[in-house]
């Protein structure tokens, strides 16, 4: 009995790191220095040697949700699967992490669709996805109405958008978002990935396009 009670926890221990999502967290942006790759919830890095030092992220699988403070405390957002060269909001101040959501997406470094991308035929919401590569949200945390984009726009006025993003979802691709019309003024660069805020962003963005 105490041998099937064992077989049991060891089956049970495979099959929650088969689920698991994946997330490695690296000390310099692009990817560089020491890194970590953590499985589960981390309620303080500072266990494992980590806390406050994360400057990039690749999420291959499952949305994270990366806090400022131990015991998922403070100012917190979620990270899709995909790559994240740099933390403006997050740079040298993660402090504890967990997974928030699983599920069939994954990250593939050499997706052939471009880059780095979701997989699954559905969006977050339980939509269909169809073509779209971007979902702009009027509210923050994907609230609101919302607008599905596949291609560059000159101007969100022509899609009644105009200036109303506070958060995104990019299922491929790489994105630029600038603050006025033909990609002028302030420009941001997102990944694929969840961006419940916009930091310096929200309600600002007029045009959008495809860099990579």
Known sequence: MKRLLAAAAVLATFAHAAFAGEITLFTDSNFRGPSVTINRDAYNLADIGFNDRASSIIVRSGVWQVCEDRDFGGYCAEF??????????????????????????????????????????RDDRGGPRGGDAVQLFSGQRFEGPAVS??????????????????????????????????????????????????????????SMRRVR
């Open 149 to 206: 984009l596949s291609g560059d726009v000159r101007s969100l006025n022509d899609v009644g958008f105009n200036d109303r993003a506070g958060s995104i979802i990019i299922y491929e691709g790489r994105w630029e978002f600038c603050e006025h019309g033909d990609f002028r003024g302030q420009c941001v660069v997102y990944g694929p990935g969840r961006y419940p805020f916009l930091e310096g962003m929200n309600n600002r963005i007029s």
């Open 80 to 121: 899709g699967p995909g790559e994240y060269r740099e933390l403006p909001r997050f740079n040298d101040s993660i402090s504890s992490l967990r997974e928030v959501s699983r599920g069939g997406r994954g990250y593939d470094r050499d997706d052939r669709r471009g880059g780095p991308g979701w997989r699954g035929d």
